[in-house]
């Protein structure tokens, strides 16, 4: 397994204190979370910084940028329904995810994150996964040729791992994958455990975090028993991403990341070991 956090855990940091902390903590990756070329929300917002800046960054800390999490979400209704088609602007997520993929292919980042989203109670599901199906085909696209694929993260209408793999199944292109969070698939009835099998083949990463009755709690000391699940990863051989998640970005309360990096890093290392493994490695050089 190949681990790594999301720069939700820092949004104060700057891109070059997130490389420096990746390193020192043994992390082999970062999911860098963004809100748009213009965005000032987070001090690591990658695309405030220049492309060649950021592959310097990341190289000179032997870690990879592994994903650019974004909030695109391909489910807006098309109004009225007929009419709706030239009136209004159906394709405006397809131009968004192709900015990102631009973007990321420039800094050199191997995927982009997306959501499916919500979908209205006043249609049948058929059609708004219809709907979500069509534009994700044409984001996917839209990446050829550029080295960088389209992850699509279990969220809102789609929580489950059923339902992300009806519609990669339904979109059919190779540049499509998932990513899988646990919390969120459970939260919706889902064994996380059986989500993951269900996933075999089409996981890019899982999205690790760790809850009490529903709020942010440091790995380990919540409800989610994240300790069996990564024992579980590890007798599987899987050999993808897992991304810790401290939502610090959604709830400044929680506490500073730089303690709880640390501390999730050696646990992670410790229970996502394979069997007759012991001892924690020290920094690792990126998967280019």
């Not at 997306?114 to 209205?120: A, T």
């Not at 069509?134 to 699509?152: D, F, H, M, P």
């Not at 410790?270 to 990126?286: D, K, M, V």
Request: glycine share 8%; hydrophobic share 45%; with cysteine.
């Amino acid at each position: 397994m190949k681990f790594a956090f999301s720069t939700i855990a820092c949004p104060e940091w700057t891109l070059e204190e997130v490389c420096t902390m990746a390193g020192r903590h043994g992390y082999r990756g970062v999911e860098l979370r963004t809100f748009g070329h213009a965005s000032t929300d987070i001090a690591c917002e990658p695309l405030l910084t220049g492309a060649a800046k950021v592959r310097d960054l990341f190289e000179d800390a032997g870690v990879s940028p592994m994903c650019l999490a974004t909030s695109i979400r391909f489910d807006k209704p098309v109004w009225p329904p007929v009419i709706g088609h030239a009136i209004t602007d159906t394709e405006r997520p397809v131009r968004e995810a192709h900015a990102m993929v631009e973007a990321a292919a420039q800094r050199e980042i191997p995927a982009v994150r997306v959501f499916g989203f919500e979908l209205s109670a006043k249609e049948p599901r058929r059609s708004g996964v219809r709907r979500i199906v069509e534009r994700l085909r044409l984001a996917c696209s839209t990446a050829r040729n550029t080295g960088v694929t389209i992850v699509l993260e279990n969220a809102g209408s789609i929580p489950r791992a059923e339902d992300l793999c009806r519609i990669i199944d339904e979109v059919d292109h190779p540049l499509l994958m998932a990513a899988y969070s646990p919390a969120v698939a459970r939260a919706a009835g889902e064994a996380p455990r059986e989500g993951l099998a269900l996933l075999a083949g089409r996981l890019a990463a899982v999205k690790l975090t760790d809850l009490d009755h529903g709020r942010p709690v440091a790995l380990g000391e919540g409800d989610m028993g994240v300790e069996a699940l990564l024992g579980a990863l590890a007798h599987d051989a899987y050999d993808g991403w897992i991304v810790y998640e401290w939502p610090r970005l959604w709830m400044s309360e929680l506490a500073d990341a730089h303690e709880i990096l640390a501390q999730t890093a050696e646990k992670l290392y410790r229970w996502g070991a394979p069997s007759g493994f012991s001892g924690r490695r020290g920094p690792l050089t990126a998967a280019r």
